[in-house]
C-alpha cells in the first residue's frame, strides 16, 4: 500500500477533540513528550505499542479492542503524546480510561460509560498467572451484584496484573479471594538415572530384580520385593555389572512447580538422507521412454533421551508423577536404502512415591545380532589363500544380544512454607 501522510487531518480531529467534552480531557499524564514517528501498514497494537514505549504507561485493552485492525498510514512530528494518542483513540472509535498514573485501559467507545460509573482496581498477582484466575473468579462472581457484564476482569501479563471494574463491594471481595488464592507453590526435585544394561538374550533383569532387596547398600535376595532408597542406584548398577554390560546413559536432575510439567531432552539432531525416486515416460519417435528421478533431502531426528513430568503434591508428604519417557537410537543400515534403522522404546505412567522414595522401571528392552569373524593375521590377507585358511582355521559365530533400560526415579518435597 502506498503511503499515505494525513498530518493534518490528524490536526483538524485534535482541534475538534479539543473543542470536545470527552473523556480524553479527563485523562493525566505525568509525561507528554513529543511524538514523532512514520505508520506504514500498521496495526493497533504496534502504534499503541510505540506510544507505550515513547511515554512510560502501560496500555492495557479490552477484548472488544481489534487490536489487529489496520490503521491508515500517516506521520506525526513533533506532536505531544497526549495529542497523538487523542488522535488514535477518535479515528478507531475508542477510548481510554485511567487507572492509575501511568496505566489506562483501552475499550471501544460503546463501553466507555460501562468502565467510567463502576470502582476499578489493579491487584498485583505474585504466584499465580493472573490471566488463569479470570474464569474462577467470573464463574464465581457471575451472579453477584456485578452481574450481566458490569464485572471486568482484564490481565496485564507483563506486570501479572489483575484490572477488575465493578461495585466495590465486589472488587473488595474479588482482592481478598486472590489473597487466599495466590499462596507460594511448593515444588519438587526429581531425581532421574538411566542405565542401560546389555547381556545375552534369555536373561531377565527385570525379573532377577524383583527376587533382591536393598540391606546396608548391597542388594541381597529376598523373595517379595524389590525395596531401594535414593542411594540406592550405584548398588543397583554394581550387582548388574555381575553379569552384565551397564552404561549410566544419563543422570539428570530437574525441579519443578507442583501441578507444573517439566521436560528433559539430551538428543543429537541426526541428518539422514532419505531418497524418492519417481518414474515419468517420455514420447519419442520411439514409443515411451520410462525415465526415473531421484530427488535426495535431508532430514533431521532427534536421537537420544526425552522425558516430560508432571508432579503432584499431597498433604500426606506423597508425590503423583506423571511421567513419559522416550529413548531412541540408531540401528543397523538397511541393505535396500542404505538407511539406518531408528529404534524407539517408550513408557508412559503415572505413579505415586513417599518423598524420597525411589521406584525403578525395567523391561524396555530391544534385540540386537552382533556377527563376529575370526582370522588369522597375515596369512588370511593373502589373496585366494587367505580365503582357505579362513575357512579352515576362521570362522564366524553370531550372537544375539538384549539391551533393557533401567531408569530410576525418585522425588523430594521443598514445601512453600
Do not use: C, W
Not at 456485578?146 to 489483575?162: A, H, M, V
Not at 521406584?359 to 569373524?373: A, F, Q, Y
Amino acid at each position: 500500500m502506498k503511503r499515505t501522510v494525513i498530518a493534518l487531518i490528524i490536526a483538524a480531529l485534535l482541534q475538534g477533540i479539543a473543542a470536545a467534552d470527552g473523556s480524553s480531557s479527563s485523562l493525566k499524564f505525568q509525561n507528554d513528550p513529543p511524538i514523532t514517528a512514520a505508520y506504514t501498514m500498521a496495526n493497533l497494537k504496534q502504534v499503541f505499542a510505540t506510544l507505550s514505549q515513547a511515554a512510560k504507561v502501560n496500555f492495557i485493552y479490552d477484548d472488544g479492542v481489534q487490536l489487529n485492525k489496520m490503521v491508515p498510514s500517516f506521520t506525526v512530528k513533533d506532536l505531544p503524546f497526549s495529542k497523538t494518542l487523542d488522535a488514535i483513540l477518535t479515528t478507531n472509535a475508542l477510548e481510554a480510561v485511567q487507572i492509575s498514573t501511568d496505566t489506562f485501559i483501552i475499550v471501544p467507545a460503546t463501553k466507555y460509560q460501562q468502565y467510567v460509573k463502576n470502582d476499578k482496581q489493579i491487584i498485583p498477582v505474585v504466584y499465580i498467572d493472573a490471566a488463569k484466575l479470570i474464569p474462577a473468579l467470573q464463574s464465581m462472581y457471575a451472579t453477584g451484584p456485578d452481574k450481566q457484564g458490569g464485572l471486568k476482569l482484564i490481565s496485564e501479563d507483563k506486570r501479572n496484573l489483575l484490572i477488575a471494574v465493578g461495585s466495590k463491594d465486589t472488587l473488595d471481595e474479588i482482592a481478598k479471594t486472590i489473597k487466599d488464592l495466590d499462596q507460594k507453590v511448593s515444588q519438587v526435585i526429581v531425581e532421574l538415572k538411566i542405565a542401560e544394561v546389555s547381556r545375552e538374550k534369555d536373561v531377565d533383569v527385570g525379573s532377577q530384580l524383583l527376587s533382591y532387596q536393598l540391606n546396608s547398600s548391597q542388594l541381597v535376595p529376598n523373595n517379595n520385593y524389590l525395596s531401594l532408597t535414593a542411594d540406592s542406584f550405584p548398588a543397583l548398577i554394581k550387582f548388574l555389572q555381575t553379569n552384565s554390560n551397564v552404561k549410566l546413559l544419563a543422570t539428570p536432575n530437574i525441579r519443578v512447580l507442583d501441578r507444573q510439567k517439566a521436560q528433559i531432552n539430551i538428543t543429537d539432531q541426526v541428518p539422514i538422507q532419505l531418497s524418492t525416486t519417481q518414474i515419468s515416460s517420455s514420447t519419442g519417435g520411439g514409443g515411451a521412454t520410462p525415465t526415473a528421478y531421484t530427488t535426495t533431502q535431508v532430514q533431521f531426528f532427534d536421537i537420544g533421551i526425552k522425558f516430560s513430568i508432571v508432579p503432584t503434591i499431597h498433604n500426606d508428604q506423597e508425590v503423583t508423577i506423571d511421567l513419559n519417557a522416550e529413548i531412541t537410537s540408531l540401528g543397523k543400515v538397511t541393505a535396500t536404502n542404505n538407511i539406518p534403522e531408528i529404534g524407539k522404546r517408550s513408557a508412559q505412567t503415572i505413579i505415586r512415591l513417599k518423598d524420597g522414595e525411589t521406584s525403578i522401571m525395567s523391561g524396555l528392552k530391544k534385540e540386537e545380532e552382533r556377527v563376529t569373524k575370526t582370522h588369522l593375521p597375515v596369512l588370511s590377507d593373502i589373496p585366494l589363500i587367505g580365503t582357505i585358511f579362513d575357512f579352515v582355521l576362521g570362522g564366524t559365530s553370531t550372537q544375539i544380544i538384549e539391551s533393557e533400560i533401567i531408569l530410576s526415579i525418585t522425588p523430594h518435597i521443598i514445601s512453600a512454607k
